[in-house]
């Protein structure tokens, strides 16, 4: 889930004063050039309601899960953080045709159920992986920066 990013691109220009056609023009340019990709390791819960929104058979992790609780397109077994960073990473960097010496930001972002330290292993695992494939990383960040879920 990446929508932090051009919320923070366009309130920053916004709070700078730019008309509503440059920032919107810039939250236009920045989706473009945006891919995401979510995976869990246990089903969720909207807030107030007890009934998960979809299950997960043990072993496995949900692969393209959607930010407002949407099962995963599919299901893969747990494994090493390097494996699953892989999983998750590799069809990002296909939808955006990244090539060596593109540059690009990584926002880690929690949903609610993983810990800064789940967080930041993640984040050093997709580190090398993109070391391994593009040469450089300009950025990257963890945040809970739009969480809406409860883990059960």
Do not use: Y
């Amino acid at each position: 889930m990446a929508l932090p990013v051009p919320w923070q691109i366009t309130g920053q220009l916004a709070l700078e004063g730019k008309s509503v056609e440059v920032v919107a023009e810039a939250g236009r340019t920045v989706n473009k050039c945006m891919a995401t990709m979510g995976l869990c390791t246990s089903p969720c819960s909207l807030p107030g309601a007890s009934k998960q929104l979809f299950n997960i058979q043990e072993g496995l992790v949900e692969l393209g899960v959607g930010v407002h609780g949407e099962a995963g397109t599919r299901s893969i077994p747990f494994g090493p953080v390097s494996t699953l960073v892989e999983e998750v990473v590799t069809p990002v960097i296909s939808t955006l045709c990244l090539k060596p010496g593109h540059r690009v930001a990584v926002l880690v972002n929690n949903l609610g159920g993983t810990t800064k330290l789940e967080q930041w292993v993640i984040a050093g695992a997709v580190r090398k992986h993109l070391g391994r494939l593009m040469e450089r990383k300009d950025r990257k960040k963890t945040a809970k920066a739009n969480t809406s879920f409860r883990s059960l």
